[in-house]
């Protein structure tokens, strides 16, 4: 099965990245994005692809130690942006404004559990973030763009956060579908 790691938002801050994420689909709407669902914004941790079924117990556990000497942390969201650029984006995000090193810390320390068990180390500096869409071609670029130039500093909101998820991802042809498998609370 395909799995993921992440942590959840609050809905009363996911419901202010949807309204921005609403606008900008309007603003930019001839661009080609494949734009994320309510159930697929989180912010991901690690990436872990395909775990064999009888793996997926030790992959718990090992979460599980990490998350237990791991205390809450206290997030926020804001900005919006792409990767690589604002000019010619290729994913579309929501930045995390308060808590970054945390939660950095957070995953440096998954990732090197993850890495014991035989995944593939990150290659890349964490950037928490959460995507609010994947462009697929140019086209409507430039309105996109400008959409996101528009959109300027949104402030989306804080919350706690005291637990991790270990999701599968299981691939349908309307889009991935998120289901949890194990929750482990942060701290124990």
Same mark, same amino acid.
């Not at 809905?11 to 661009?31: D, K, M, N, S």
């Not at 969201?77 to 945390?102: E, M």
């Not at 994947?134 to 804080?158: C, D, H, Q, Y």
């Given at each position: ?59 718990? !556990? /090992?979460?599980?130690? =990490?998350? %237990?000497?791991? $205390?809450?942390?206290?997030?926020? +969201?804001?900005?919006?942006? &792409? #990767? ?12 995390? !404004? /308060?808590?970054?090193? =945390?939660? %950095?810390?957070? $995953?440096?320390?998954?990732?090197? +559990?993850?890495?014991?068990? &035989? #995944? ?22 430039? $309105? ?45």
């Amino acid at each position: 099965m395909r799995c993921f790691i992440a942590i959840d938002v609050a809905p009363e801050v996911l419901a202010g990245i949807l309204r921005v994420q609403g606008a900008l689909r309007a603003t930019a709407a001839r661009a080609d994005v494949r734009w994320a669902g309510r159930e697929q914004l989180h912010l991901t941790i690690k990436f872990l692809g395909a775990v064999p079924d009888e793996r997926v117990p030790d992959v718990s !556990t /090992a979460l599980g130690t =990490v998350t %237990a000497a791991a $205390a809450p942390i206290e997030l926020a +969201a804001g900005g919006v942006g &792409g #990767f690589p650029s604002v000019k010619s984006p290729r994913v579309l995000w929501v930045g995390i !404004t /308060a808590g970054a090193p =945390v939660l %950095a810390e957070l $995953a440096r320390a998954v990732d090197g +559990a993850m890495t014991r068990l &035989g #995944f593939a180390p990150e290659v890349r500096s964490f950037r928490g973030h959460l995507t609010l869409g994947r462009v697929r071609s140019p086209r409507g670029g430039a $309105a996109l763009a400008k959409a996101l130039g528009a959109a300027g500093a949104p402030v989306f909101g804080a919350w706690s956060v005291s637990e991790v998820v270990l999701y599968e991802s299981r691939l349908r042809p309307t889009g991935a579908v998120y289901v949890p498998i194990s929750h482990h609370a942060l701290g124990g």
